[in-house]
């Protein structure tokens, strides 16, 4: 190892996106290791709208393992973050830097700390798969970080032991978390099934209801379902499995009308195990459910669908629409439905991809206010109107798997390794 007294720091910093589940993860077989009840499938988003960065440092300066998440430093005494730390650390290979003339020995990662410092561009534990994101971005840079051979599969499988849905997120485009059968969890790894390119005319529309920590954490909801709820055996035994089959076609044959119906379907059985849940668990909420129904009204009168609708652990809708002409016609209904109060700046209301909003013929607020009711409302029902019930909105689209950054872009000082 290099002189003790050398002051170098090693720095590398990662971005990985988000993902949001169509057929979804609820259930543990095995708490420590997180091993699922049965198989799920994502879309990872776009991680210029929702992503992690990450930036991690070594150095023989450091005297323990520190961490820093949105500027506030945290504790990595966590079961989960040592076990990440521990899998990756064992899996360190000898390391060169001639530009800096830094060399590493593989035993010698076991001594080295390390910092790291990681920033969402969204909503930490709002429901918007925050903890997936950060797991995947964390085992993914220290694996660059320590020169781990491992593939991206081994690399999801540890991943897997800080948030279980981290591991779809170290794949961009459709990727299936196989839940495996082994004990100890080898086979329990991500798949990618299609790139972010095989079906990329969809767009993603998240309306964030509520942007607050949930009530329930997941990993206690989890564990309260599997406990207690009747349904969630027969979800996992009949159902789920012949989901998975039939998802893994629609996305492989592009069929949205069949990807709709299971997207919607999954997402209602999974809510309805949380109502079947003693005590029961409530994540939606009545902005949730009025979302439903205006994207409900809208797929029975055009007779086939046109938006899929999940929500995970949380309030916010997650809408996926067939086409970017679609997604016009959906951020129209929503801004109809959902409009934001008066002194609310348009540019804050809605992000990501804002090109969708002049596709939707609105360039400020004045055109919001003269939207039309979508003619699936009948005329002799009065418009429901809710304003200022959702906080805003995320327009995004399929995206690309984890990738390193420049080295302008890190998160800490590539002086002293802390945070800028």
Known sequence: MADESQKWVLVLTAQTPTNIAVIKYWGKRDENLILAINDSISVT???????????????????????????????????????CLREIRSRASDLEDEKKGIKIAKKDWEKLHVHIASHNNFPTAAGLASSA?????????????????????????????????????????FVKWVMGKDEKGSDSIAIQLADEKHWDELVIIIAVVSSRQKETSSTSGMRDSVETSALIQHR????VPKRIVQMEEAIKNRDFPSFAHLTCADSNQFHAVC????????????????????????NRSEGTPQVAYTFDAGPNAVMIARNRK?????????????????????????????????????????????????PEIKDNVP??????????????????????????????????????
């Open 275 to 298: 109502l079947d849940t003693y005590p029961p668990i409530f994540y939606m909420n009545d902005t949730s459910h009025k979302i439903i129904s205006c994207i409900e009204k809208w």
């Open 326 to 374: 679609t997604a016009a016609l959906l951020l129209q209904r929503l801004l109809f439905h959902f409009p934001p109060h008066s002194d609310t700046n348009l540019d804050s209301y809605v992000i990501g991809d804002k090109s969708i909003l002049q596709d939707a013929g609105v360039q400020d607020m004045k055109d919001i206010e003269t939207l039309p009711p979508p």
């Open 45 to 83: 988003l776009d991680p210029d709208h929702l992503c992690t960065t990450t930036s991690v440092a070594v150095s023989p300066t450091f005297d323990q393992d520190r961490m820093w998440l949105n500027g506030k430093e945290i504790s990595l005494l966590g079961g989960r973050y040592q076990n």
């Open 383 to 420: 418009a429901q109107k809710s304003k200022g019930d959702v906080s805003y909105f995320i327009c995004t689209r399929p995206g690309r798997g984890p990738v390193l950054l420049p080295e302008s872009q890190s998160l800490l000082n590539p002086e002293t390794g802390l945070p800028k």
């Open 236 to 239: 996992a035994k009949e159902v």
């Open 133 to 173: 994101a950060g797991f995947a971005c964390l085992v993914f840079s220290l694996a660059k970080l320590m020169n781990v051979k491992e593939d991206q599969g081994q690399l999801s499988a540890i991943a897997r032991q800080g948030s279980g849905s981290a591991c779809r997120s170290l794949y961009g485009g």
